[in-house]
């Protein structure tokens, strides 16, 4: 009986399937990034975590032990020149999911796998990420109102690019205290304003 | 063993299909570009995902 055995065997037997998670696992630690399927990424992930803290010491067996798993000299020494001083001070949690969508033919679900340490793009909008948190907080209170006056333009008007021109303005007493937040504000609002001239269309359309 | 008795007619079974619709998926729209976007999934028109530059639009397709 296969009870509580939660291992995604992937339709392949168990040599097929370590090969397949060798070659991408190499695939993942030469190129920091694979484009693949959600259940071959998930099960990649619990490979290759395992490989990527097991390099973080960096001796002859756990090279070896390593090796076992890559199969690949050229893998494993990437692994240990480059990923392992990389990830050095992440307490697991090496790699990223993302999925893309869903793949012509068979419509699988496609996704992105990635060596988080690897993504600069993401790393730094994480950091901006918190302080946009915050902001949005607080300003809130301060863009209710402006919020209320360009919904009852844009009800009035039927103008498109109404709100995207008066919202700036409106907000910006209220976002002047921090002036470095203020143009990513405006990017937000910006980003913003289009969606909410979709949803008034809907509501005319119906 | 248990068999049916009797062939299920053309009615009968396309009755029971009357219940089998087609469920229209949840969309939001990506906050960069407002293109209508699954959630938890990476926008297909400009590669943003939660706000962020996931992946470049040439590498997605
Ligand atoms: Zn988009």
């Known amino acids: 009986m296969r009870h509580g055995k939660k291992f995604n065997h992937l339709g392949r037997q168990a040599p097929h399937r370590k090969a397949m998670l060798a070659n991408m696992a190499c695939s993942l630690i030469e190129h920091k990034r694979v484009n693949t399927t959600v259940a071959k990424a998930k099960a990649l992930k619990k490979f290759v975590e395992p490989i990527i803290t097991k390099s973080k010491t960096d001796s002859t067996h756990s090279r070896r032990t390593c090796f076992r798993y890559l199969r690949s000299k050229e893998a494993v020494t990437e692994l240990f020149r480059e990923v392992s001083v990389k990830v050095a001070d992440r307490p697991g949690g090496y790699t990223r999911i993302l999925k893309t969508g869903f793949r012509q033919g068979d419509n699988a679900e496609m996704c992105f796998i990635e060596l988080v340490d690897y993504n600069e793009n993401m790393l730094k909008d994480a950091k901006t990420k918190t302080s946009t948190r915050k902001r949005r907080g607080g300003g809130k209170k301060a863009a209710a109102p402006a919020a209320e006056v360009t919904e009852a333009d844009t009800k009035a008007e039927v103008v498109e690019e109404a709100p995207v021109v008066e919202e700036p303005k409106a907000e910006k007493p209220a976002e002047a205290k921090k002036e470095e937040a203020a143009p990513e504000a405006k990017a937000e609002e910006k980003k913003e304003a289009p969606k909410k001239d979709d949803s008034k269309e809907e509501e005319k359309g119906e | ?61």
């Open chain 2, 1 to 61: 063993m248990a068999h049916p008795k009797r062939r299920t007619s053309n009615q009968r079974r396309d009755k029971r299909r009357t219940h089998y619709k087609a469920v229209a998926p949840t969309l939001s729209s990506c906050s960069n570009c407002g293109a209508p976007t699954l959630y938890h999934r990476v926008c297909g028109e400009c590669g943003f995902y939660r706000g962020k530059q996931a992946i470049q639009k040439e590498v997605a397709l």
